[in-house]
């Protein structure tokens, strides 16, 4: 009962981190239709911007504050630069350049921060909550991690129900042609959408390395797993890609925790092919059908 | 010559006999390379040949059925385990063993090949990309759930030593290259006699009727569809096919590595190899050849000359998938032919076609 | 035809054009017939080694080549060995066994190495062994505790090892847990492979009744052990002994106060350095608490020893190896540690089988001298060498400490033993020998 308790806590916590990853990812896909399938390098590289400053001794929120900067930069560059020539187009082109550009952050990080693992602090205690005698499988800083992950989750509600700028960048993502015509800038929204899914990606990274070892190779689970998160949920649903990121977390928690880790991957292909066949529109999508 | 041409032409016309004009020939002159070669060179062609007849496998799948799989580096480890449990219970010792070893791993890879086609059939895009890249993950870390598989440390590969192979072949060898052969050079010359043989029934296959359906259904799966082509149906035998080259491009790698182990699958395996077939040009098998040099030679250059700009050695062993990520990038932003498709506009105004063409261009 | 023989002619220079370029960067001339001494000349030696440099097990191990490199620059300013100096090749294999094999493939056919001196790792190393030995290329010292290395010489002729191994380690760990905590509830924490099984094999013939729980851990797989620490917690464990590299040791104590699992720790030898997971652990903790304070994260642990580390500063071995890396270390600011003194130690018995060998070295001959002297080496090791025509197997005995303040304080006397059921005795006649005075072996 105890390990039940501790493993569904650990689900929890590590499904907090599937869920702004793949909130991330759904960003990008209502934004411009493509899958970043170099998210996990990209939050990798801002991660890693935050541990040089750490260890140049930054204090551990302000590192956490440049590393969302960090991220909205990068996202907005990547956009701009590298993405913009292939959206519209053959969505071959876009799987392939987006797995190049994970290549490329990889070996760029690698050669620039070096290779060997490196501790990451976390910013509240990694030990687990004692409750009397006992205690709980669940730390402060897994707590924070939820707490962060809502936070962010809340934000992103405010700013695409209640603001003028969420509504153009909803036009832009549902009908750019028509939006453009009504006077959004277009082009300035989509950037805009990878920045933000970028800066999502980011607190994800910081969330996933406090209290851990890093290394240029630590958030590759993340490429496959922030996936099918995000599809679970049905890639369009940001809320579906939370409860996605959540039913995940849980799942590879339990096959951990019972049978074995190295299953992990297996399952979670198992749940993607499931969702993809059975219910090809995730989980939670609205009425449309959708061509996987 | 006039008359050499016309006696040659009820030859060279038909596909198959010209396919394998060209690989004999090729074959040959590869043959003596590696025979001058150094021991060292040796392992790099066999490297090269296992890669290339991976690539040709999914240049096939990308390029001619325009389906995308990045899984098939488990595809690979799925043909290295298969021809890795059979030369432990053979001995690996005789040439037999080791054809044996091969046919299996094609044979597994076939049916893993299907398993895998059907679902995949149904997806397109990014769906199709991220499940195989699950893939990808997922099946090398079966090898951690059976005893049998040697968990991470792997199995040991048996190899035929070069003195127990057949006479008449040591002597056909020492005959065309006046080298002896040993462990070494005979990888290298198995590895390329079953690319060229490959590469003939690849060509062949794109030439004919199924290539034909194939092309259909990446240039216009709705038309093909309505033409009465079974569009699952070519896509999960595209899928089969390549699986089954990925098998037997496993099955090498065993004996090259001699060491079937997970970690050799990495995703970095299989976005390398799309790397191949991506800077070689979807659809051309030339290109997956080029592809696979790059692969199998590149590591080396790239190391040193990150060294020589003063980085560690650890950090100029990252140089080499900088370079593949780039050409990834640069070719779909640039150049999204490819290599060989870039040139061959260029080519095409000398002559006419080539083996793995689009519907589009003339088929004379 | 005339796309026959384009095609033809494009295929061939394509291939062409590859040999070229590949004959541009690699060794043209192809390996000596003979073979014997391949990588000797009259005035060098060229060894080689696969070590982690990156990768989950690059902590700690990458250091040790750096141990190497500064006392064979220390031999070699010296004079070398009977005229000539040692040159030492190391390629990383990231812990991949698959790597292993390729680089292992490059250090002889490319860079014609004499011999493997010291190829660290368990799953690494056991990837190339065959191919070492079908090769007739002597592999030396292994840094690896696996029982393979040294208990079948019939099968693998010019391996030797040269750690005590993990087999024996197990025993007296075992020993000492049964004989001193008897009603220790014990949990196994194990890398899977042979390492485990070697540790697992020695600890279970004392402790088979204490053991209630064995959870494993892949190398390069998940690095977070939560399930497995509850899964300790939840059978009541007590006692952890751990066969693991050092930062799985950093993330198990980890995972361990994220579940709230409370326990003693018994750590076998290679994942134990204070220093090195003192710091790993510092830097993962909140606050981000300076390095020098994360050794006292280890306080109350146990592990093993077998040769003099740096926190015996006075010890002539520690100060052999001190003054040799203050002197040959390639950059003035690293520190000597733990892992760098295990590559002086066995830099040294290195060294000591080439003085033993004589002015003819071939690779046959370095084999057989190893076997008919290796027993009588004296060196840092705590124990002697079991080197003989019938056992490869190295270091005989550990003695079993606990760590305080960083240092180790012995809690018994060196405990000398062999793989099997061969009896555990008390022998410390090997702890008492001291390095000449020129430091390098004669």
Not at chain 1, 119 to 135: E, L, M, Q, R
Not at chain 3, 89 to 110: F, R, W
Request: include cysteine; hydrophobic fraction near 50%.
């Amino acid at each position: 009962m105890q390990q039940f308790l501790d493993t569904t806590l650990g689900g929890l916590v590590l499904g907090a981190v599937y869920a702004a990853f793949a909130l991330a990812l759904c960003l990008i896909w209502r934004s411009t239709r493509i899958v970043n399938f170099a998210q996990a390098a990209m939050a990798m590289v801002t991660t890693y911007i935050a541990l040089t400053l750490i260890n140049a001794d930054v204090p551990y929120w302000v590192a956490f504050v440049a590393a969302i900067a960090a991220g909205f930069g990068l996202g907005a560059v990547i956009e701009r630069v590298i993405i913009r020539p292939v959206e519209g187009k053959a969505e071959l082109n876009a799987v392939i350049l987006t797995l190049g550009l994970f290549m490329v952050l990889h070996g760029l990080t690698a050669i620039t921060f070096g290779v060997q693992h490196r501790g990451f602090p976390a910013p509240v205690s990694t030990n687990a909550i004692a409750v009397g005698d006992s205690s709980i499988g669940i730390t402060p800083f897994g707590i924070l991690t939820i707490v962060v992950v809502a936070v962010v989750m809340a934000g992103l509600v405010v700013l695409f129900r209640f603001t003028d700028l969420g509504l153009r960048m909803r036009a832009a993502a549902f009908n750019g042609e028509v939006s453009r015509l009504l006077g959004v800038r277009v082009g300035r929204m989509l950037t805009l959408g990878w920045a933000l899914a970028a800066a999502v990606g980011a607190v994800a990274g910081m969330l996933i390395a406090g209290g851990d070892l890093v290394n240029p190779a630590f958030m590759d689970p993340f490429v496959i797993y922030g996936f099918i998160a995000a599809v679970l949920g049905g890639l369009d649903s940001p809320l579906g890609s939370v409860i996605g990121g959540l039913i995940l977390g849980l799942s590879l928690s339990y096959v951990t925790g019972y049978i074995g880790e190295h299953l992990a991957p297996l399952v979670a292909l198992g749940i993607l092919m499931v969702v993809l066949l059975v219910r090809p529109s995730g989980l939670f999508a609205a009425a449309a059908a959708r061509r996987v | 010559m006039e008359r050499l041409r016309s006696l040659l032409r009820p030859v060279t016309s038909v596909p198959l006999a010209r396919h394998l004009i060209v690989a004999l020939v090729a074959l040959l002159v590869v043959m003596a390379v590696i025979g001058m070669s150094s021991q060292y060179l040796q392992t790099r062609y066999a490297e090269m040949a296992y890669f290339a007849i991976a690539a040709g496998g999914l240049t096939l799948l990308t390029g001619l059925s325009g389906q995308l799989s990045l899984g098939h580096g488990a595809l690979m480890a799925v043909g290295a385990y298969a021809a890795t449990l059979v030369l432990e219970r053979t001995g690996g010792e005789s040439l037999a063993d080791v054809f044996v070893a091969l046919l299996v791993a094609i044979g597994v890879c076939a049916v893993v090949g299907v398993v895998v086609g059907v679902p995949a059939a149904r997806l397109h895009g990014p769906y199709i990309a991220g499940a195989t890249l699950t893939l990808a993950v997922a099946v090398p870390r079966l090898a951690n759930q059976w005893d049998v598989l040697g968990g991470e440390q792997g199995l040991q590969v048996p190899v035929p030593r070069a003195s127990e192979l057949p006479a008449w072949i040591q002597d056909l060898i020492w005959f065309f290259t006046a080298v002896e052969i040993d462990q070494y050079s005979f990888l290298a010359y198995l590895g390329w006699l079953l690319l060229a043989l490959t590469f003939v029934a690849l060509a062949n296959l794109s030439r004919s009727r199924v290539g034909r359906r194939w092309r259909a259904v990446r240039d216009d799966d709705v038309s093909a569809e309505l033409a009465g082509i079974h569009l699952g149906r070519a896509r999960v035998v595209a899928f089969t096919v390549s699986a089954m080259c990925a098998g037997l491009a496993g099955g090498l790698m065993a004996m090259n590595v001699r060491l079937t182990a997970p970690g050799a699958f990495t995703i970095t395996l299989s976005l390398t190899l799309l790397a191949a077939v991506v800077l070689g040009g979807l659809g051309s098998l030339t290109g997956a050849l080029i592809g696979a040099g790059v692969l199998a030679f590149l590591p080396h250059f790239a190391t040193d000359l990150g060294e020589s700009f003063g980085l560690s050695a650890t950090q100029a062993a990252e140089v080499t998938p900088v370079v593949y990520g780039l050409v990834l990038m640069l070719v779909i932003l640039l150049a999204p032919a490819g290599i060989v498709g870039s040139l061959r506009p260029f080519l095409a105004r000398l002559s006419a076609t080539s083996a793995l063409g689009s519907t589009k261009e003339k088929t004379t | 035809m005339r796309t026959t023989a384009r095609r033809a002619v494009q295929v061939v220079c394509v291939l062409t054009t590859a040999s070229l370029l590949a004959a541009c960067g690699a060794g043209k001339e192809r390996p000596s017939e003979e073979g014997t001494a391949v990588g000797v000349t009259d005035t060098t030696i060229k060894v080689g080694a696969h070590f982690p440099l990156t990768g989950p097990a690059a902590p700690g191990y990458s250091e040790i080549p750096s141990g190497h490199q500064a006392f064979y620059e220390y031999v070699n300013d010296a004079g070398g060995v009977h005229g000539r100096k040692i040159e030492m090749v190391v390629k990383d294999d990231a812990y991949n066994p698959t790597n292993t094999s390729a680089v292992t493939n490059d250090m002889i056919l490319q860079d014609e190495i004499f011999a493997m001196v010291a190829g660290l790792g368990t799953p690494t190393h056991r990837a190339v062994v065959q191919r070492l030995n079908d090769d007739g290329i002597p592999d030396l010292f292994v840094s690896s505790g696996s029982l393979q290395w040294g208990d079948n010489p019939e099968t693998s002729p010019m391996t030797f090892g040269w750690q005590p191994d993990y087999e024996i380690e197990g025993k007296v760990i075992g020993q000492y847990v049964a004989e001193n905590m008897p009603d220790a509830k014990v949990g196994l924490f194990l890398q899977d492979d042979d390492f485990g099984e070697d540790g697992e094999k020695g600890a279970r013939q004392f402790l088979d009744s204490q053991i209630v729980d064995v959870q494993k851990y892949t190398p390069g797989g998940s690095t977070d052990f939560s399930p497995q620490m509850s899964s300790f917690k939840s059978k009541g464990v007590d006692l952890v002994i751990g066969f693991n590299t050092p930062s799985y040791t950093a993330l198990s104590q980890i995972a361990a106060q994220g579940v709230g699992f409370k326990s003693k720790w018994f750590y076998s030898n290679v994942g134990s350095d204070p220093a090195l997971v003192g710091g790993l652990l510092a830097s993962m903790t909140k606050g981000k608490i300076p390095a020098e304070q994360g050794v006292k994260l280890m306080d109350g642990m146990m592990t093993t020893e077998y040769i003099p580390g740096v926190d015996a500063p006075d010890d002539e071995w520690v100060k052999l190896w001190q003054k040799v890396w203050d002197s040959y270390s390639k950059k003035g600011s690293e520190k000597l540690t733990n892992y760098r003194i295990y590559g002086m130690s066995q830099a040294y018995t290195f060294v000591q089988a080439l003085q033993a060998n004589g002015k003819d070295l071939t690779r046959e001959s370095i084999v057989e001298t190893i076997e008919k002297e290796g027993a009588s080496f004296e060196g840092p090791g705590l124990a002697p060498f079991r080197f003989s025509e019938d056992s490869h197997m190295g270091i005989s005995g550990v003695s079993v400490v606990e760590i305080k303040n960083g240092a180790s304080e012995p809690l018994t006397p060196v405990l000398v033993t062999d793989i099997g059921d061969a009896p555990i005795e008390e022998d410390d006649s090997a702890a008492s020998d001291a390095p000449p005075s020129s430091g390098i072996p004669e």
